[in-house]
């Protein structure tokens, strides 16, 4: 046997492995004693709506990367920043090297999209998710599509489980620690005229137990148990059991986006002196769960 067929057979070993690890992997993750789940009941892997990102592209079966929303100026979503490498989904972020205007609006920045073809209700969501070191964000996070829905269900609801930036830009002090904490929340607006529904948010936050969100992979997770309840885990913890401002009972879909807010303005060297690898938000995995019998 010569070198170049070891090689590929050991490659084909660590590819098959790490499949195999997908279908192995039995619960989402927890601590010990943290798994929330009846005894009666299982968790069951959502395929089309996980990944372990371990393919040389973004599998296009599950994930789209541009849609409607081109981003929220002065940061726009590039395809070109979303990339399959080491067994992680990265998205980078870039200076632009001239204005953009689009929508008559002026991007500076390159960010990126990500969002599963699929939705589902009730379950539990995680990711295991490294932020890149810039002061655009780092997010993981849900919500609902209105274009085929009617009547009091065509409005918006948003769960976002995790939002962060790796450089602060405000003084406000609700702003301090979006460095090195999970900072999630349920979203209720766009209420439909004549509709009894509140356009309210209702949140949580939790510091990482040491260190910044971009100086290691930390696990960000969900239980949307209900329309009425949303628990939220930090690295297989509890941290918070949200009751949203409105009824969570519409299918959501999953998105993993690198964008500027409006709050955390760009800094005057333009933010992206560091090198790839801190401009650059890793998804080492994505897992949806439902419970079954």
């Known amino acids: 046997m010569n070198k170049t067929t070891t090689i590929k057979r050991f490659v084909l070993t660590v590819i098959m492995v790490s499949i195999s690890n997908v279908y192995s992997q039995k619960t989402p993750t927890f601590t010990k004693n943290s798994d929330p789940k009846p005894k009666e009941l299982k968790w069951k892997l959502i395929k089309n709506m996980s990944d372990e990102f371990n393919k040389k592209k973004i599998d296009t079966k599950k994930w789209v990367t541009s849609g409607g929303w081109i981003g929220r100026p002065p940061g726009l979503f590039m395809q070109d920043n979303i990339h399959i490498e080491n067994g992680s989904l990265n998205i980078t972020a870039y200076k632009l090297d001239e204005t953009i205007t689009k929508?008559?609006?002026?991007f500076t920045h390159g960010g990126g999209y990500v969002a599963s073809k699929n939705a589902n209700k009730y379950g539990y969501y995680e990711c295991r998710m490294k932020a890149n070191k810039t002061f655009m964000s780092s997010t993981f996070w849900l919500i609902n599509e209105k274009r085929n829905l009617t009547g009091c269900d065509k409005r918006t609801v948003e769960l976002d489980i995790q939002e962060c930036v790796g450089e602060i830009y405000n003084d406000g002090a609700w702003a301090a620690y979006f460095d090195s904490s999970m900072h999630s929340n349920t979203h209720s607006r766009n209420i439909p005229e004549g509709c009894d529904y509140k356009k309210a948010t209702k949140g949580a936050n939790k510091k990482l137990a040491s260190g910044k969100v971009y100086e290691d992979y930390h696990i960000y997770g969900a239980w949307w148990k209900n329309k009425n309840e949303v628990w939220f885990y930090l690295d297989g913890e509890l941290v918070e059991k949200v009751t949203p401002p409105a009824d969570f009972d519409i299918e959501m879909q999953l998105r993993?986006?690198?964008?500027?807010?409006?709050w955390n303005p760009v800094p005057a060297n333009g933010g992206m002196n560091g090198?790839?690898?801190?401009?650059?938000?890793?998804?080492?995995?994505v897992r949806s769960w439902l419970l079954v019998k």
């Open 103 to 106: 929508n008559g609006k002026d």
């Open 256 to 262: 993993m986006v690198v964008e500027t807010y409006d």
């Open 275 to 285: 090198s790839k690898e801190e401009r650059t938000t890793s998804y080492d995995w």
